[in-house]
């Protein structure tokens, strides 16, 4: 409709042109078995569904329902057999035909599983996409698939950039807004069963009573959903809220605080998940501060929360600027050496890369490289580093590149998904956090696209394998139309999106070259910074010879903690990938790359690349008017208008930079800075 503000994301529930009967059938034939807040809310999104999808069709009457949705159990009560149901995890589903009686039937062993499921199945019939003969049975590949946000609790969001925290801490507990149940059920529409409510550079004060008692509130609100809420704990909480003169994590004083803490918590919030913590980070306090290990630290509020069943989600971004040692490196040299020492109801956190959210990083070494000790994956939604809310990137791609690549620790087909969904290295424990892009825009995310990414997210940490490809067309289905000639043109350009930032901001492997602390636009200047590294010149290294990161064995060796096979390729000039050129190597400004010109020349043409790209997106999408409602359409044509002007932006400022450095003339093609 005109008015559509993308408030409803990708449960629009459009009307159905011309629908098929299977569509129609399921829509208003249906019976849901048994009764509870989750059964509730299948029901009303159902009756909702159909209401948008098919309100204008009669409906098809028969005399038995052509689609049930129960527990296996309830099924067999009505004499439906379950195939396949049995090897489900207990928040799998199945969508299976039963041929006997001509009807559809979602199942699974839990109300949550249901839930799924019917999200699920309404999908397929918004997309047109039938089931298939054979059904449709799964599991989820990774048990805890979580958002962090990282909101404070003033409702100002640290690399928030649609608005404020969606969190009304005044209001709570008292007034539960709609918004929080529209929030569960869009992330249990995706499998999301987990939230992280706070900002990981915490604060102490979410574990006091006069917060718990607000955190409890919006756990009863997501539990019916299958969310789960995890706070992030701030290491140094027992001096600061609880009168201690320490918090070293070898004190029984502070041991003992601590299990109080979480005795405490549990009596509010029965399934609680547990903490988030980050720590001896950015000035965050932790355990260094007492010579203590991230073992000791992590193990004590371990130690708190398992006769809970609670798990510590422990950072591995641990770094300072007092190790002169290439950033790259030292959460490696911190972690891998702690390998087995942590208790089973730890789970530490690793960023996809090991410096810090870049438009491309290679995968962060620790991944392969503890075996004994289950590691999760920590994306960022929200786009910190790549033009955060104007800029369209679809970010499945990248994750996708991180997943897919090979770590080598069991030697080929080793693939970081592998060691995510526990399956290279048996982990009892598997989690996916995403850092959330959500807030109190009206589109929850400020560019329309960037819905897709909590979206994206989603269906990877459900299944790590998936093809983002099919979650783009998907997603766009879903969100505006499935209009074929919409989806494909619009797929293509969200599937090169990522790579369009990647040439426009930082190619060939450039990194860290964003402006300071705000690390929107470009500022490969930046230098004397407090601190080497955050400072961007040390990450591009750019001198009169040429420009690049070392990390090879006559440089930082940051290369040594990858597996050989890794080490061979990217560490020569000769088969390391483009994408990573310049990551690990220092090169010419005059070195020949593939296609047998400059690297000076490389580089400028793919600036010069990621503006065209930015600015054809404003043609196709202009094309694209028809199927779209205006509202949406105007959002996303501004924003694109943006990001292609500061693509330029981007182009200009870096090649003028660094050709100071170069002093080579641009190759033809290039357009020269204003
Ligand atoms: C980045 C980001 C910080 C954030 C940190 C983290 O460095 O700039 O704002 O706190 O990551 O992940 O802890």
């Known amino acids: 409709g005109f008015s559509n503000d993308g408030y409803k994301l990708w449960l629009q529930y459009y009307s159905i042109q011309a629908p098929q009967e299977w569509q129609v059938n399921f829509l208003s034939n249906y019976e849901v078995i048994g009764n509870s807040a989750t059964l509730s809310i299948i029901k009303k999104e159902i009756a909702y569904a159909s209401s948008g999808m098919i309100s204008s069709h009669p409906e098809i009457k028969n005399s038995i329902p052509s689609l049930v949705i129960g527990k296996a159990g309830d099924l067999s009560a009505k004499n439906i057999s379950n195939p396949g149901i049995n090897s489900l995890a207990s928040d799998g589903f199945a969508i299976f035909h039963n041929l006997e009686s001509k009807q559809l039937i979602v199942s699974a062993k839990t109300d949550i599983g249901l839930l799924y499921g019917t999200f699920r199945l309404l999908q397929h019939i918004q997309t047109g996409t039938s089931i298939p003969k054979e059904g449709i049975f799964e599991s989820p590949k990774v048990q805890h698939r979580v958002l962090n946000h990282w909101d404070n609790l003033d409702r100002t ?36 069963n987990g939230t992280v409510l706070t900002n990981v550079n915490a604060n102490a004060l979410i574990l006091t009573p006069e917060y718990l008692e607000k955190v409890k509130a919006l756990a009863d609100t997501f539990r019916p959903y299958g969310i789960k809420v995890y706070l992030t704990a701030r290491f140094s909480a027992p001096i600061e809220i609880g009168g201690l003169q320490t918090a070293d994590p070898l004190n029984a004083e502070v041991q003992a605080w601590w299990n109080q803490k979480a005795e405490e918590i549990y009596q509010y919030i029965p399934d609680f998940g547990g903490f988030v913590v980050k720590a001896d980070s950015e000035g965050q306090p932790g355990p260094h501060n007492y010579k203590r290990t991230q073992a000791d630290g992590a193990n004590m509020m371990a130690r708190a929360l398992a006769p809970h069943e609670g798990i510590v989600m422990w950072r591995a971004f641990v770094y300072n600027e007092h190790t002169p040692d290439d950033r790259h490196k030292q959460a490696f040299n911190e972690f891998k050496p702690l390998d087995g020492k942590f208790l089973d109801n730890v789970i530490i956190q690793v960023k996809n890369g090991a410096i810090d959210f870049q438009p491309r990083e290679p995968f962060h070494p620790l991944f392969g490289a503890m075996p004994n000790t289950p590691l999760m994956m920590e994306f960022q939604i929200t786009q910190e580093y790549l033009g955060h809310d104007t800029h369209l990137a679809f970010l499945a791609p990248m994750f996708e590149e991180v997943l897919k690549d090979d770590t080598y620790a069991n030697g080929k087909g080793s693939e970081v998904a592998k060691v995510i969904d526990g399956s290279l290295h048996q982990y009892a424990i598997t989690a996916m956090a995403g850092v959330s892009n959500i807030g109190t825009d009206r589109n929850w995310t400020g560019h329309h696209f960037h819905q897709a990414n909590w979206f994206a997210f989603g269906r990877l940490a459900w299944n790590p394998y998936q093809a983002s490809q099919e979650i783009a067309e998907e997603w766009l289905k879903l969100t505006f139309s499935t209009d074929a000639t919409f989806v494909k043109t619009m797929t293509d350009v969200m599937m090169n999106s990522r790579e369009m930032v990647v040439n426009y901001m930082t190619p060939l492997g450039l990194h860290h070259i964003m402006a300071a602390s705000h690390h929107y636009g470009p500022g490969p200047w930046v230098s004397g910074g407090r601190r080497a590294d955050w400072t961007a010149t040390y990450y591009h290294q750019a001198n009169e010879k040429g420009i690049g990161f070392n990390r090879t064995y006559t440089g930082s060796n940051a290369l040594s903690q990858y597996a050989s096979e890794l080490q061979n390729q990217w560490g020569s000039l000769a088969t390391v990938p483009e994408k990573y050129l310049l990551w690990f190597h220092q090169v010419d400004w005059i070195q020949p790359l593939q296609n047998g010109e400059s690297l000076w020349n490389n580089l400028a043409k793919q600036y010069q690349k990621g503006v065209e790209e930015a600015r054809a997106n404003i043609v196709t999408w202009e094309n694209m008017r028809e199927y779209v409602d205006d509202k949406r359409f105007n959002h996303v044509l501004s924003f694109l208008t943006i990001q292609a002007e500061e693509a330029a932006w981007w182009r200009d400022a870096c090649l003028l930079y660094f050709g100071q450095f170069s002093k080579m003339p641009l190759p033809a093609g290039v357009e020269s800075p204003k």
């Open 157 to 192: 969001v640290e690399r928030g950039y649609a608005g404020f925290s969606i969190w009304n801490w005044h209001r709570l507990p008292r007034h539960i807004d709609q918004q929080y149940h529209d929030y569960a059920r869009a992330n249990a529409s995706i499998g999301i």
